[in-house]
């Protein structure tokens, strides 16, 4: 087996483009075409274009596609209308969180989960053992999709102008299936930006025509092509999750402040139930770290790993860390004990390298766009 790195439909554009390409979860994927900060800043004020190629869709059909789903899954996704999507996770027997998940609805019978890249290949593998004794078929369908997503306050009107799908109509979280730029595309109107936006699933070979479609439409709006390292500075700043990061097998959905995504009341048993109901009276009972937000007080910047301390003894650990181009100053994600997790607890640091600088704790999200 080869160890060179997927490539993406896009990966000549993004060359010719001048990218500064990297290693992700196995595929080359553009890290940045100029700036960071002014790619980053593009998706704040006007738009951004990103290959997100690298996500694994996974196709779920059958009469008991939805049932599979639910029990699969710790979320109610027999309960959600067709053209609609869901934010979910899949779990261990133990409750340790091995991936979070969109779910698109596509039809009575017809689901699309959408993995991280770094997972695809675990939650392709959980969903098909899962499917045991099920009436419903799991189809890795990686190969048959490149993903696309416009991002920014300006994506809608760029959008506009390339398709007469009725954006205006697609709530947040729902999907339709359109013609953008004669390019046929279920478009999505989904994002990890903290922004207004659209993730349009297309055919690989209809990628580049779709791309430079983008391109040209938005170019009087200011959009740009945009790499991984502003992804995860927007994605830092508006609180979302990363796998790997804030997620982990050792934690479980309660662990990561995400128990709202664990549906009890849905019917029937599911992976990891008995040990998330438990997860969920400990939680009660006894809160565990919570995932604050850290704002630096001075210039250093904080990464994953470092310890957040306070009067002296370890209090949590910084999952994500990174300097904010919205916001001006480093920030953090990071669990802490439930004791200084309370926005504007005072005397919490980072240990940067044997220094504690001084952090204050805020609640998440960092930034949250104006409606």
């Given at each position: 087996m080869s160890n060179a790195p997927r490539l993406t439909a896009l990966d000549a554009l993004h060359r010719s483009l001048g990218a500064t390409m990297t290693d992700f979860a196995g595929w080359d994927m553009p890290l940045r075409y100029a700036s960071e900060r002014d790619e980053h800043n593009a998706v704040r004020t006007k738009a951004g274009l990103f290959d997100l190629s690298h996500m694994g869709e996974i196709t779920v059909t059958g009469p008991q596609a939805a049932a599979l789903l639910d029990y699969a899954l710790v979320g109610n996704i027999g309960g959600v209308a067709t053209g609609r999507a869901r934010y979910t996770m899949i779990c261990q027997e133990d409750g340790g969180i091995l991936d979070d998940l969109i779910v698109y609805r596509l039809g009575d019978t017809e689901y699309m989960?959408?993995?991280?890249?770094?997972?695809?290949?675990?939650?392709?593998?959980?969903?098909?053992?899962?499917?045991?004794?099920?009436?419903?078929?799991?189809?890795?369908?990686?190969?048959?999709?490149?993903?696309?997503?416009?991002?920014?306050p300006e994506s809608p009107g760029i959008l506009k102008s390339l398709t007469d799908a009725d954006l205006d109509g697609l709530k947040y979280y729902a999907g339709l299936p359109g013609t953008v730029a004669g390019v046929p595309a279920l478009?999505?109107?989904?994002?990890?930006?903290?922004?207004?936006?659209?993730?349009?699933?297309?055919?690989?070979?209809?990628?580049e025509t779709l791309w430079k479609a983008l391109t040209e439409a938005g170019a009087p709006a200011g959009l740009v092509p945009c790499g991984l390292?502003?992804?995860?500075?927007?994605?830092?700043?508006?609180?979302?999750?990363l796998y790997g990061h804030e997620l982990t097998t050792s934690l479980t959905p309660f662990d990561a402040g995400l128990g709202r995504v664990v549906k009890f009341e849905k019917e029937g048993d599911f992976v990891g139930r008995k040990a998330l109901e438990a997860a969920a009276e400990r939680a009660a009972a006894n809160p565990p770290r919570k995932l604050v937000g850290l704002v630096a007080q001075g210039r250093r910047v904080p990464r994953a790993g470092m310890a957040v301390v306070a009067g002296g003894e370890v209090v949590g650990?910084?999952?994500?860390?990174?300097?904010?181009?919205?916001?001006?100053?480093?920030?953090a994600i990071a669990y802490v004990d439930a004791a200084h997790a309370a926005p504007g607890t005072e005397g919490v640091g980072v240990d940067i390298r044997g220094t504690h600088e001084p952090y204050e704790v805020v609640a998440l999200p960092f930034y949250k766009r104006q409606k």
């Open positions: 989960v959408v993995a991280n890249a770094s997972n695809a290949q675990i939650v392709l593998d959980a969903l098909t053992e899962r499917a045991e004794g099920f009436d419903a078929a799991v189809r890795d369908d990686r190969d048959a999709y490149a993903l696309i997503a416009v991002q920014g478009i999505a109107r989904t994002g990890y930006t903290g922004e207004d936006g659209f993730e349009l699933f297309v055919e690989p070979r209809h990628a390292s502003c992804r995860d500075t927007l994605r830092l700043e508006a609180g979302m999750p650990e910084v999952t994500s860390g990174a300097p904010s181009p919205t916001l001006g100053k480093p920030l």
